[in-house]
């Protein structure tokens, strides 16, 4: 155990992270060939567990999510190592993210696949922030209703229930 690993616990909580230096990659995720300051946004997504049940020590994260100017990437914790699924930004063609008390849940489809990622609901500013960062940058707020004025060809908002879905 590092003097990292007891911050990283010291740290810990629901909410999601950024991570701006190598010593924020949670440790899980230290061997992929990341560099923080290169990426637009990097931010960790905490395991559902409660704080009583974290020790310092623990693979604290499920996820690390980053953007750059090519790709989405995701890390997936899985038992001591990772997996990775990566799609490239111009493949993005819709965006769903959905809250329900503290039950969030973000899916992130191409023409090919869909990322689905499980967060906490008291961090949907950072989700969002990470949309922002993906989504075109001519597509209009998601505060707008209706057609999507100034979008790109075939981008469409739909708000219903909580829940936003962008479409191309």
């Known amino acids: 155990m590092t003097i990292v690993d007891i911050e990283e616990y010291n740290a810990f909580g629901p909410w999601i992270g950024d991570v701006r230096t190598p010593e924020d990659v949670p440790r899980v995720f230290r061997t992929h060939d990341f560099d923080p300051a290169s990426a637009a946004l990097a931010i960790k997504i905490p395991r559902n567990i409660a704080r009583r049940d974290a020790r310092p020590g623990m693979d ?97 908002l739909h708000n219903h229930c909580n829940r936003r879905r962008w479409w191309r």
């Open 60 to 156: 604290l994260f499920d996820r690390l999510l980053i953007v750059d100017d090519r790709a989405f990437t995701v890390l997936t914790r899985a038992e001591g190592t990772f997996t990775t699924a990566s799609l490239p930004i111009s493949a993005i063609a819709a965006f769903e993210d959905s809250v329900d008390l503290l039950d969030g849940r973000l899916i992130i489809r191409s023409a090919d696949a869909a990322i689905e990622i499980a967060y906490n609901g008291s961090s949907h500013s950072s989700i969002q922030r990470l949309i922002d960062v993906l989504r075109p940058p001519r597509l209009p707020t998601p505060a707008a209703t209706g057609p999507a004025s100034g979008a790109p060809a075939g981008w469409r």
